[in-house]
């Protein structure tokens, strides 16, 4: 799995555990839609690192669980 889509995996996991709906997401990042927040989960968008910083507080998380979770699958 590459990188990209491990982050993304990272953070949909992060957002089911905390019990937040991709709509509830959204809302919280100021996005329209659950249009994007799927684009992210899928990993066919780029996240730089501020936006992987944003969705992570806006899910009540720290952005390392991303980074962590990507070293320890290896």
Same mark, same amino acid.
């Given at each position: 799995?590459?990188? &990209?889509? !491990?982050?993304? %995996? %990272? ?8 019990? #937040?709906?991709? !709509?509830? +997401?959204?809302?919280?990042? $100021? @996005?329209? $839609? ?8 899928? $990993? &066919?968008?780029? +996240?730089?690192?501020? #936006? ?5 507080? %806006?899910?009540? @998380? ?6 962590? &979770?990507? &070293?320890?699958?290896?």
């Amino acid at each position: 799995m590459s990188f &990209k889509r !491990q982050v993304a %995996a %990272a953070l949909k996991e992060a957002r089911e555990r905390e019990g #937040l709906t991709m !709509q509830e +997401l959204a809302n919280r990042l $100021g @996005v329209f $839609g659950t249009a994007n927040i799927s684009r992210y989960e899928s $990993g &066919k968008y780029n +996240l730089s690192s501020d #936006l992987i910083e944003r969705i992570a507080k %806006a899910i009540g @998380v720290s952005p390392e669980i991303v980074f962590h &979770k990507e &070293k320890s699958s290896k």
